[in-house]
C-alpha cells in the first residue's frame, strides 16, 4: 500500500515535471518549429553580391563543421536552434560577420563573458580560414528557409 | 537484530513504516516533536523538483530554440532537480522522514532515481535524434567541454542506478558499492552542473546565476551536514561495547553503553539506529539495526543481530570495549503511536523477532496492562530466538505466544509450516482482530500476513510493516 503510494508520488512528480517543461517549450515557441535534422546544409538560393563567394563556401562550409559552429549554432535547421544563422549574410557586413566569429567588436558587446570568451578562441584560426569562415556565412541568405 | 541480508551481504534490514507519532509520555524518550504530516513533506518534494522549472517558466529568454529544443533542455533541467533532491531524501532527517518510515523513503529514493534519470536520457536523445549536428563528435579531446560533461554525467548516472538496482544479482558488496554509491552520484553531480553552467544559456541572466549557485550551494551545504557535521556530532557522544551475547539462531545480542558522561539515545520500542561498530563515523560504514533492548533501560542499548552477511558474520568476533557510534533513533514502527489501541498482536518471522522483544521488554517494564499476542514463526524449535525469554513473559505480560515451525520435531504440537492464512486464523480469535497489528520478517511473509488480515477485516491503518531488501 505505502509503495503503490510511493510509486503514485514519483509518477505525479514526472508528470508535474513533464508538464512544466511542456508549458515552457509552447511559451518561449508561440509556433511549433519542427527539427529537420536529416537535411543537408541548403545552398543559399540568392548569389553573393561580393566575389568569388561560392567557390569559397564549400570550404566554409566545411570549417563550420569543424570547429563545431553546429554546437550553438544552425543552418538550415541543423544544428543548434537558438542562434540559427540562416540569415546572416543578409543582415552584416562580411566585417561584422567577422567580429560575430571571433567576439570582438561593438556589435557582439551585449554578449555574455562566457561566449565571448569561446569566440575569442576563434582569433586563433589561421587568417584564410577565418575568411572562408566568413565569407560562408554572408552567402546565407534567407532564399533558403 | 532482525536484518536480512543477502547473499552479497547488505544490511536489508529497515525500521518497519509508521504514520505519524504523537506525543506520547512516558519517563524515558522525549516527546517526539509533531512534523508536519506526510502530505506537506510531499508537497515540499514536488516543489522541490518544480523549482527550477518554475524559474525558467516565470523567467525572460532571449528567444526559443523551438518546442522541442526547449522541451528537452527544460527536461534536462528537471532530471537534475529531480537527482539533486534525492540526496535531501538520504540524508535522514527525522522530521521529514517520520511520517513516512526510513523504509519506504528508501523505497521511493530508487523510483526517483529511475524518473530522473529517465528525464535526463529523454533530454539527451530528444537532442542525439532531432539535433544531432549541434551535439558534434562524441570525441572527448574534440568535444566542447560542457557536452562531455553532460555525457559524462548521464553515463555515471546509468552507471549507478544499473548497480544500484542489480547489486544483488551482480553481486556487489554491501560496503563498497554504498561508497561507490556516494562517491558516483557526488561526482556525476558535479558533471551536470559543469554542462549546465558551461552549456550556459539559461543561466545568462544574472538573477538566473543567483538562482542556480544557490542551488548548487544548498547541495553542498547538504553534503557538508551528512559527510562532516552529523559525523562529527556522532563522535561526541560515543558508545563502546560492553558484551557480545551468543543467542539461539546464529545471532548476537550487540549491548552497548554509553563511553564518557552523556546519556545514551533515547528511543522508542520498535525504533533503529544506524550503527558505526569500530569505525570512525566520518567512514560512512554503519548499517541500520533495530533495538531490542527495553526502552526503559537507563544504561545501555542493545541490538539483536543474525549473522546473514559479510558484516554481520563479524559481530560475534567483536571484542568487547569496541567503541561504536550510534545514528538514531529512526522508525515510527512502534506501539507508542498508538496510545489507544486496545492491545496489540506481533507477527514476526525469524529475527523479525528483534524489534518485537524491544517492544514486549518496554512494555513489560512499563506494566502496560493490554492484551498482547505473539505469533512468531521459525524453522525448528532450537533456533527461536529468545525462546526462554518468551517463555517467562507471560509472568509479567498479559502476552499469548503462538510458536509456529515449519520444520518440528517429533512431538511437536504446535502449529506446523510457514505463516500460511490458515495458521493466522487460527491463532487469532475475534476479539483480537480489533488490535494494532506489527509485521516483520521477510517480504513474501509479511505480504501474505498482510493479506490474510485483510481478509479477516483488519483495516490497512491497523496493519504496520517495514520492508526489507532496501539494497
Known amino acids: 500500500m505505502r509503495e503503490h503510494l510511493s510509486r503514485m508520488v514519483c509518477l505525479l512528480t514526472l508528470v508535474v515535471a513533464v508538464g512544466l517543461a511542456y508549458l515552457f517549450a509552447v511559451r518561449h515557441n508561440p509556433l511549433p518549429v519542427a527539427p529537420t535534422g536529416e537535411a543537408p546544409p541548403a545552398r543559399p538560393a540568392a548569389a553573393p553580391t561580393e566575389d568569388a563567394g561560392t567557390m569559397i563556401s564549400p570550404r566554409g562550409a566545411d570549417l563550420f563543421a569543424q570547429h563545431n559552429c553546429t554546437s550553438c549554432h544552425a543552418i538550415a535547421g541543423r544544428g543548434n536552434p537558438r542562434y540559427p544563422l540562416d540569415d546572416t549574410g543578409e543582415y552584416w557586413t562580411e566585417e561584422e560577420l567577422r567580429h560575430w566569429v571571433v567576439g570582438t567588436g561593438e556589435v557582439t558587446a551585449h554578449l555574455s563573458d562566457v561566449v565571448r570568451r569561446r569566440k575569442q578562441g576563434y582569433l586563433n584560426l589561421p587568417e584564410e580560414d577565418l575568411q572562408a569562415l566568413v565569407a560562408y556565412l554572408s552567402t546565407l541568405r534567407s532564399g533558403g528557409q | ?471
Open chain 2, 1 to 471: 537484530m532482525r536484518t536480512r541480508f543477502t547473499q552479497a551481504g547488505a544490511p536489508a534490514a529497515r525500521p518497519r513504516p509508521m504514520k505519524a507519532v504523537p506525543p506520547v509520555p512516558t519517563p524515558s524518550a522525549p516527546a517526539p516533536s509533531r512534523g508536519l504530516p506526510g502530505i506537506c513533506w510531499v508537497l515540499i518534494y514536488v516543489l522541490l523538483v518544480a523549482f527550477p522549472l518554475l524559474i525558467l517558466l516565470l523567467g525572460p529568454l532571449p528567444r526559443g530554440g523551438g518546442r522541442w529544443w526547449d522541451f528537452s533542455m527544460a527536461l534536462g533541467f528537471a532530471g537534475l532537480a529531480m537527482i539533486g533532491v534525492q540526496f535531501l531524501l538520504t540524508a535522514r532527517f527525522q522530521r521529514a522522514t517520520a511520517p513516512f518510515g526510513m523504509d519506504i523513503i528508501y523505497y521511493f529514493h530508487r523510483w526517483a532515481a529511475v524518473g530522473g534519470v529517465a528525464l535526463v536520457l529523454a533530454h539527451y536523445l530528444i537532442l542525439r535524434v532531432g539535433y544531432g549536428d549541434a551535439l558534434g563528435p562524441l570525441n572527448p579531446l574534440t568535444a566542447p567541454g560542457p557536452l562531455t560533461a553532460g555525457r559524462l554525467s548521464l553515463l555515471l548516472f546509468l552507471v549507478i542506478i544499473v548497480s544500484s538496482l542489480a547489486r544483488q544479482a551482480l553481486k556487489l558488496e554491501y560496503d563498497a558499492w554504498r561508497r561507490w554509491h556516494g562517491l558516483l552520484s557526488v561526482a556525476a553531480v558535479i558533471l551536470a552542473v559543469a554542462h549546465v553552467a558551461g552549456v550556459g544559456y539559461y543561466t545568462h541572466a544574472p538573477w538566473k546565476l543567483v538562482v542556480w549557485t544557490t542551488y548548487s550551494a544548498m547541495w553542498l551545504l547538504l553534503l557538508a551536514y551528512i559527510r562532516l557535521l552529523k559525523p562529527w556530532r556522532l563522535q561526541q557522544r560515543p558508545y563502546e561495547v560492553t558484551a557480545v551475547k551468543p543467542e539461539r539462531g546464529d545471532a548476537w545480542t550487540l549491548t552497548l553503553a554509553p563511553r564518557g558522561g552523556h546519556a545514551p539515545l533515547a528511543f522508542r520500542p520498535g525504533q533503529f539506529a544506524w550503527l558505526s561498530l569500530g569505525r570512525s563515523p566520518f567512514r560512512a560504514r554503519e548499517h541500520p539495526f533495530s533495538f531490542s533492548g527495553s526502552a526503559e533501560d537507563p544504561r545501555t542499548r542493545c541490538f539483536t543481530i543474525k549473522e546473514l552477511g559479510d558484516f554481520t558474520r563479524t559481530i560475534g568476533q567483536v571484542p568487547a570495549g569496541t567503541v561504536a557510534y550510534v545514528d538514531g533513533p529512526h522508525g515510527v514502527f512502534t506501539p507508542d503511536a498508538h496510545p489507544d489501541a486496545a492491545g496489540f498482536v506481533l507477527i514476526a518471522g525469524g529475527v523479525g523477532i528483534a524489534p518485537m522483544m524491544s517492544m514486549l521488554r518496554t512494555l513489560a517494564d512499563r506494566g502496560d496492562p493490554r492484551p498482547l499476542r505473539l505469533i512468531f514463526g521459525n524453522s525448528s524449535w532450537d533456533r527461536v530466538l529468545f525462546r526462554e525469554e518468551l517463555a517467562g513473559l507471560p509472568d509479567r505480560l498479559s502476552l499469548q505466544v503462538t510458536h509456529v515451525l515449519h520444520e518440528p520435531h517429533p512431538g511437536w504440537t504446535g502449529a506446523t509450516g510457514m505463516l500460511t492464512p490458515e495458521v493466522i486464523r487460527a491463532a487469532l480469535p475475534p476479539p483480537v482482530l480489533d488490535h494494532v497489528f506489527f509485521l516483520c520478517g521477510p517480504k513474501p511473509m509479511t505480504d501474505s500476513v498482510q493479506a490474510t488480515l485483510r481478509a479477516l477485516g483488519v483495516p490497512l491503518s491497523r496493519i504496520h510493516l517495514e520492508l526489507f531488501d532496501m539494497a
